[in-house]
């Protein structure tokens, strides 16, 4: 069976045959929890040398076969995106700012030397996806489909080079709250290891960014802490970013400060789609960089009244604790504030089509 045509290219769909009942289905998206559960389906399309982009299929969800050789496996050239789809108030379903996940996935192909995907192919993959799984989104207040979109280096070689063959999937996964604490707000504890320095792999989103974040973040998990939080690499002074999210800074007179996009940050889509928000509401935001000795003594006296992280699996989560080796403070009352609330209810409601959409960013899936 053949479907949509994107760039040349038709997807073929491949026969389903185990697919989940009903009566287990409907017991994941009662208590889906984050990235645990996955959806019958997924999306596979190989790009060659030579060949370009080529066998677009949507499919059984099942493993891949990899040659032990695989480059993947051996000097990482991997990248991937996260994006949701949503059940509008209408009944519909929706992405969000597809096109921006679409752009950000191809940035960090050519940062690590993988072929670009065109943004048509992009999303028609997603959109594929969504709708061969669509029973699959949960229908509980915050909950959604996560979309993840991957590509790995498939030739089988040794030998320090870009790879000549790759695979480009996706995935899905009903999804509920990403933090497990359900706290209003949580605890950051300030890491002595180093994210990303400048000339490196900081703006892409690629495995091995991640890979490194997880000692730094099992010690914070250790410490009864949700997050970590990143410094520079040069000066180790200057708030980078969470584990997987971009922080904000909200100040007594009602203005915003979020770590500029230098290189070695990731450039977030919900922290532009706030950007974009906050300024609708008439607030001064900038982009400059804030120090942990600021942040701190922002905090202590009072100037700083709250500060809230930000990304697609968590949306937005108040900070209220930080804690690091020369001491700890609290921001605000230590739990959600106004504006951050506000910023969080409007950019929600706009994903979920209850509100208007001025910038364009909802994309509705017939």
């Known amino acids: 069976m053949a479907t ?150 498939t030739e089988a070689f040794l030998g320090v080079r870009p790879a000549k063959q790759y695979k480009f999937i996706v995935i899905a996964s009903p999804a509920g709250n990403y933090f497990k604490s359900g706290a209003p707000a949580v605890s950051i504890w300030v890491s002595d290891y180093t994210r990303a320095a400048p000339g490196g792999t900081g703006a892409a989103k690629c495995g091995g960014n991640y890979a490194a974040s997880l000692v730094p973040q099992a010690e914070a998990l250790a410490r009864g802490h949700d997050q970590v939080v990143f410094l520079d690499a040069a000066e180790h002074k200057w708030i980078e970013e969470l584990g997987g999210m971009n922080l904000y800074f909200v100040f007594d007179d009602g203005t915003l400060v979020t770590p500029p996009l230098s290189g070695t940050i990731l450039p977030g889509i919900t922290r532009d789609s706030l950007l974009a928000l906050a300024r609708d509401e008439g607030l001064t935001v900038r982009e400059e960089r804030y120090s942990l000795d600021q942040w701190r003594d922002d905090a202590t006296s009072g100037k700083l009244i709250e500060t809230f992280a930000c990304g697609t699996a968590a949306v937005v989560t108040a900070v209220g604790r930080v804690v690091g080796r020369d001491g700890e403070f609290t921001v605000g009352s230590g739990g959600p504030g106004q504006l951050t609330g506000k910023l969080k209810a409007r950019l929600v409601a706009i994903q979920r089509g209850e509100a208007p959409d001025p910038h364009g960013w909802v994309r509705k899936i017939a």
Do not use: C
């Open 4 to 153: 949509l045509a994107a760039e040349g290219l038709t997807f073929t769909a491949l026969p389903l045959a185990s697919p989940t009942s009903d009566e287990a289905r409907a017991a994941v998206l009662a208590n889906p929890g984050f990235g645990t559960h996955f959806t019958d389906h997924m999306v596979v399309i190989e790009w060659s040398e030579g060949e370009g982009w080529h066998d677009a299929v949507i499919g059984p969800r099942q493993p891949i076969a990899l040659d032990p050789a695989a480059a993947v496996l051996h000097y990482a050239q991997e990248i991937f995106e996260g994006l949701k789809a949503y059940k509008q108030a209408d009944g519909t379903i929706s992405l969000f700012r597809p096109e921006a996940n679409a752009a950000r996935f191809n940035a960090s192909a050519r940062r690590l030397a993988m072929p670009e995907l065109p943004e048509s192919l992009f999303i028609a993959a997603i959109e594929e996806l969504v709708k061969a799984d669509a029973g699959w989104i949960p229908s509980a207040e915050g909950a959604s489909l996560y979309l993840r979109p991957f590509m790995i280096a």
